[in-house]
Nanobody, 116 residues
Framework: QVQLVESGGGLVQPGGSLRLSCTAS????????MTWYRQVPGKERHMVAT????????YYEDYVKGRFTISRDNAAGTVYLQMNSLKPEDTAVYYC?????????WGQGTQVTVSS
């Protein structure tokens, strides 16, 4: 079955960097776009960045543009989110997501905490 497994979260100081990974299985990864979302407890989940079938097509929300980079390795079945210049307001649970056959599939999330 479809599985998405995020990793790479943790505690980082403001201005620091983290690289999140989302490893996919159960479907032909190279045929589907992938998206990173984030969610703060008690608030809605918001899109962060999305990538097409390869690195040529990407989109970023304004609040991460210039600081975050989404990329993918189709051979490894993995999508990445490189996060630089992290701010306390980037603290959230980060999820990867894809759409297959009209359904959305989500990973379990990875916690990112930006604090001194």
């Amino acid at each position: 079955q479809v599985q998405l497994v995020e990793s790479g979260g943790g505690l980082v100081q403001p201005g620091g960097s983290l690289r999140l990974s989302c490893t996919a299985s159960g479907f032909t990864f190279s045929h589907y776009g992938m998206t990173w979302y984030r969610q703060v407890p008690g608030k809605e989940r918001h899109m962060v960045a999305t990538i097409g079938l390869d690195d040529r097509l990407t989109y970023y929300e304004d609040y991460v543009k210039g600081r975050f980079t989404i990329s993918r390795d189709n051979a490894a079945g993995t999508v990445y989110l490189q996060m630089n210049s992290l701010k306390p307001e980037d603290t959230a649970v980060y999820y990867c997501m894809t759409h297959l056959g009209g359904s959305a599939y989500w990973g379990q999330g990875t916690q990112v905490t930006v604090s001194s």
